[in-house]
């Protein structure tokens, strides 16, 4: 493969802010599925094990996880052939991300061993399209920490969980990670734009519903930030 020319079809900035937008998106969508507020006691308390509940939060992660990972198999597909291969490794990932939260509530624990099972298990899925595909594994396992140590410290009110620059830090870095590493087989196939008409009613239900669902998110983070209402 000639890398001069795989280079002109990298990820590009535009797809790497849709992947941003859909992590985000799905962050907010998973967290009715028992996501990680348990998950910040910073000291280690043996009574707090609990290794019958890693199974629950095995399962409650998963589907997190299916919900983030196929909102970001929209981006993602369009330049990886085998895209598909994204979502079950993905989910699997936040399964034991969640397990180790539940079984172990400790907080450097789940954001190094959890943020490792993650890139591991995205690693596999990805393996084949990144032109240096052992880094994604560090690459994964830093953006999750670094998404929860930054945003701790930028909500840093006890208890709260930074749901929104989590999100965005671990879309950004990972997304960078794909725009500099990803090498898809071959070019992305140009489709002509589509109007409003010309789009199947299905379509055209499901960007009503993205569309709400987005409008619904963002008046949560007003009420959040300027305590609206």
């Known amino acids: 493969m000639n890398t001069n020319e795989t280079r002109t079809f990298r990820f590009t900035?535009?797809?790497?802010?849709?992947w941003v937008g859909l992590t985000l998106l799905g962050f907010f969508l998973s967290i009715g599925f028992h996501f990680p507020t348990s998950f910040a006691s910073p000291v280690l308390n043996p009574e707090d094990i609990d290794m019958s509940g890693a199974i629950l939060g095995?399962?409650?992660?998963?589907?997190?996880?299916?919900?983030?990972?196929?909102?970001?198999?929209?981006v993602l597909k369009a330049w990886f052939p085998r895209a598909r291969l994204w979502v079950l490794p993905t989910a699997a990932g936040y399964g034991v991300?969640?397990?180790?939260?539940?079984?172990?509530p400790y907080m450097p624990l789940v954001l190094v061993g959890g943020g490792i099972a993650l890139g591991i298990t995205q690693f596999f899925a990805l393996r084949q399209a990144l032109s240096k595909p052992i880094l994604w594994i560090a690459i994964?396992?830093?953006?999750?920490?670094?998404?929860?140590?930054?945003?701790?410290?930028?909500?840093?009110?006890?208890?709260?969980?930074?749901?929104?620059?989590?999100?965005?830090?671990?879309?950004?870095?990972?997304?960078?990670?794909?725009?500099?590493l990803l090498v898809p087989a071959s070019p992305p196939?140009?489709?002509?734009?589509?109007?409003?008409?010309?789009?199947?009613?299905?379509?055209?239900?499901?960007l009503v519903i993205l569309?709400?669902?987005?409008?619904?998110?963002?008046?949560i983070l007003m009420i959040g930030m300027f305590g609206l209402g």
Request: hydrophobic share 55%; glycine share 10%; aromatic share 16%.
């Open 13 to 18: 900035w535009q797809a790497l802010a849709l």
């Open 58 to 74: 095995f399962v409650f992660g998963a589907v997190s996880g299916l919900i983030i990972a196929s909102l970001q198999w929209l």
């Open 97 to 104: 991300v969640h397990a180790f939260g539940d079984a172990v």
């Open 140 to 180: 994964a396992a830093i953006g999750w920490y670094l998404d929860f140590q930054l945003g701790f410290a930028i909500y840093s009110t006890p208890g709260d969980y930074p749901l929104l620059s989590a999100s965005i830090i671990y879309g950004g870095i990972t997304g960078l990670a794909l725009k500099f």
């Open 189 to 206: 196939v140009p489709r002509p734009r589509k109007r409003w008409a010309d789009l199947s009613p299905s379509r055209k239900i499901l």
């Open 211 to 219: 569309s709400l669902l987005s409008l619904v998110v963002l008046f």
